[in-house]
């Protein structure tokens, strides 16, 4: 403790919540032998011929900073590579590469923000957009999503939701932790009612990859929407680098040069070796990241059909690698679900309500796991579900 | 995405004892579906054979492997059938493969000794009238089987809960 600190901290730091991941990672971590399906990241290495390049790289000493905005050989890369979904920007300037769509995130609210300004952000959602607004000085307004709707994000939610404070609209499908995603007539809806009130659209398209039965599309690419969209992507997921920490952000040059001129203050730039791997992964990594989405395709359907058979009700998720099963039938919260699981069976599985009120009633698995883990963590979860009924049964014949 | 037989060949060839059950499972179809496509692929012997990859060295039996180059003289209206089809019937022969390049057949071979493989290219192979030439390469160390490294890889742990 140092009380010199406390009274030296800013409000808007203070005001932060933790994240609640972070309290159930603190639990899991003290509890030995758990199955974990709390994880959000693939469970492949890096594949080899990226982390070959890297080793080349290093060899032939690439070990220094590069230009702000990132090597332009990748930003090159990056713009070729994103015409696969319409999509047009120039990589001089309307590319930046930046440490992962977490720094995109962060650069894009604080340049953006002014005090005051109401954000929509989708309820469930990842859990770094609300902080970040916070900190920027604006408010986080939950945009509600439902089961009902598989989680989609409605016109109807979102004209209600919008004040005269709103500036912008977080979207962010395939979503993390429901697995739901918009389709192209979705997004239409979507984008009309954006236009009507001249919102700002910052969509982190993270998991555009990893889609099983639709393709991806960008709501940038949709008429009158490129010039108002910052569009987030990385190498993280698709590629199996979440520890290279390598994304980009993509806009027209009027905004991608202000959020690069807080990125050449506080980050400089990315760093060098991870973006010669991203370079190798976007020009020659198609064929082994398909795999990968394969095997997660595999791993879902096992997955989803095991926890309908238990008794978890659960739809097929159409994106990322997360199920995301509703638990409202043992009558427990999402966060004693959790933590009575953990401690019963051992198995790690991520409150919904981590992810937002709406997460309420559900629970994140992730399904990019050993299939053996998957398996193996649905037995003990039937085994718990069986345990709470007799539990019921008991209570209610006292 | 892929079609139902590619699909389940290439779960096969991950793991060939995979249950029909769970891998209905996997690619979201019927048992009997499945059951059916993998009775066609045995039957059209798509499928050879369910075989197993296995490190001999971890265990008390004795293997020497050799690769042995052949060039052979090709017999008219047969090509190399005939003398690949004479070749490929001896128990010690792996594998055997019509290359491009410098010589015609790869021969891969396996016996319990360096002696049994010297004997088998000077009594067996070198002998046939189509066989022009041979060239013995004792395979020293295995690195990587089927795609399968012997080493098994240092696996990272991830975080247990992460965002
Ligand atoms: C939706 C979403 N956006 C962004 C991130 C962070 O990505 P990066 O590794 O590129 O910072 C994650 C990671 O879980 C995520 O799920």
């Not at chain 1, 050449?264 to 990315?270: K, W």
């Not at chain 2, 039957?43 to 020497?64: G, V």
């Amino acid at each position: 403790m140092s009380t010199v600190f406390e009274k030296a901290l800013c409000k808007r730091i203070k005001e932060t919540p933790p994240s609640k991941i972070r309290k159930f990672f603190d639990l899991v971590v003290s509890t030995p032998g758990v199955i974990s399906l709390g994880v959000g990241e693939p469970d492949f290495t890096t594949p080899w011929h990226i982390r070959e390049a890297s080793f080349y790289s290093l060899e032939k000493g690439y070990t220094t900073y590069t230009s702000n905005k990132g090597l332009i050989e990748l930003r090159r890369a990056i713009s070729k590579y994103l015409t696969k979904f319409d999509l047009e920007y120039n990589p001089e300037d309307e590319v930046l590469v930046t440490i992962g769509v977490s720094e995109g995130v962060d650069l894009a609210m604080r340049a953006l923000v002014e005090e005051g300004d109401e954000i929509l952000v989708p309820d469930p959602s990842y859990v770094s957009y609300s902080p970040l607004i916070g900190l920027a000085g604006g408010k986080a307004v939950p945009l509600k999503t439902s089961g009902k709707d598989n989680f989609k994000l409605t016109p109807e939610n979102l004209e209600a939701a919008i004040t005269p404070k709103t500036k912008a609209l977080i979207l962010t499908f395939p979503n993390n932790p429901t697995g739901a995603i918009l389709t192209k007539p979705e997004l239409e809806k979507i984008a009309e009612i954006v236009i009507r009130h001249d919102l700002i659209v910052i969509s982190d398209e993270i998991y555009a990859e990893l889609t099983y039965d639709d393709v991806h599309t960008s709501i940038a690419s949709l008429p009158g929407m490129w010039e108002r969209t910052i569009l987030l992507n990385g190498f993280s997921k698709a590629y199996a680098m979440t520890g290279w920490r390598i994304g980009y952000a993509c806009g027209p040059e009027t905004i991608i040069s202000m959020m690069n001129r807080i990125h050449q203050y506080s980050i400089l730039c990315a760093p060098v070796t991870g973006q010669l791997a991203a370079i190798e992964a976007i020009e020659n990594g198609y064929k082994e990241m398909r795999e990968m989405v394969i095997s997660y395709n595999y791993r879902r359907n096992s997955m989803v059909s095991g926890f309908n058979r238990i008794g978890l009700d659960c739809g097929l998720p159409q994106g990322a690698f997360y199920a995301f099963p509703s638990i409202k039938s043992t009558g427990l919260s999402s966060d004693e679900f959790a933590e009575k699981l953990l401690v019963a069976e051992k198995v790690a599985v991520v409150p919904g309500t981590a992810f937002g009120e709406m997460g309420e009633g559900y629970i994140r698995c992730c399904y990019a796991s050993a299939l053996s883990d998957i398996n193996e963590s649905i037995k003990r979860m039937e085994r718990f579900m069986q345990n709470l009924d007799k539990d019921t049964q008991k209570v209610s014949n006292q | 995405m892929k079609d139902l037989k590619s699909c389940v060949l290439e779960l096969l060839e991950q793991n060939s004892r995979l249950p029909i059950e769970e891998m209905a499972c996997l690619l979201n179809a019927s048992m009997e579906d499945v059951a059916a496509i993998i009775d066609e692929l045995e039957n059209s012997r798509t499928i050879l054979k369910y075989a197993t990859i296995i490190d001999w060295e971890k265990t008390a039996t004795e293997k020497t492997n050799a690769l042995i180059e052949l060039t052979v003289a090709p017999e008219r209206e047969f090509g190399f059938d005939k003398i690949a089809e004479r070749i490929y019937g001896f128990s010690e022969v792996k594998s055997l493969y019509l290359m491009s390049g410098s010589y015609d057949l790869a021969v891969f071979v396996e016996a319990e000794n360096f002696k049994d493989i010297s004997l088998f290219v000077a009594e067996k192979l070198a002998p046939l009238n189509a066989v022009k030439g041979t060239k013995t390469h004792f395979i020293m160390r295995k690195y990587k089987e089927q795609g399968v490294p012997y080493k098994s890889e240092d696996t990272v742990k991830r975080l247990v809960v992460t965002p």
